[in-house]
C-alpha cells in the first residue's frame, strides 16, 4: 500500500505561485510515474504533468507550459509542482498520484488551489 498526502495548496491572486508538495509514504519502492491531476469546479479530473520515476518529466499539459515544473525528490520521498502566473481558471483540487508497477494507481485526497482574479 502506498499512502500520498499533498500539501500547499491555498488562495493566491492571479499571477502569483505556489508551489505544491506530495509526500509517500508505505511501499513506495514499488511506484514508478508519479502526477499531478486538476479537477476544476463541475469539470473532469485531468492530467496536469507527470514525472518519472528517476526525474524526468513525461508530461507537462499544453496551457502550463513555461509556467508549471514538476520535479522529484526521491530521497524525501516528494513530488512537487511548482506553479507560476496562475491564473483564474486554474483553480481546483489538485491530486497527487503515483503509479505502482503492477498498474495500480494511488492518489492522495487532493489539496485545494483558488486563484482570485
Known amino acids: 500500500q502506498v499512502q500520498l498526502v499533498e500539501s500547499g495548496g491555498g488562495l493566491v491572486q492571479a499571477g502569483g505561485s505556489l508551489r505544491l508538495s506530495c509526500v509517500a509514504s508505505g511501499t513506495i519502492f514499488t511506484i514508478n510515474d508519479m502526477g499531478w491531476y486538476r479537477q476544476a469546479p463541475g469539470k473532469q479530473r485531468e492530467l496536469v504533468a507527470r514525472i518519472t520515476s528517476d526525474g524526468g518529466t513525461r508530461y507537462v499539459m499544453s496551457s502550463v507550459k513555461g509556467r508549471f515544473t514538476i520535479s522529484r525528490a526521491n530521497a524525501q520521498n516528494t513530488v512537487y509542482l511548482q506553479m507560476n502566473s496562475l491564473k483564474p481558471e486554474e483553480t481546483g483540487v489538485y491530486y497527487c498520484?503515483?503509479?505502482?508497477?503492477?498498474?495500480?494507481?494511488?492518489w492522495g485526497k487532493g489539496t485545494l488551489v483558488t486563484v482570485s482574479s
Open positions: 498520484s503515483g503509479v505502482a508497477r503492477d498498474g495500480i494507481a494511488y
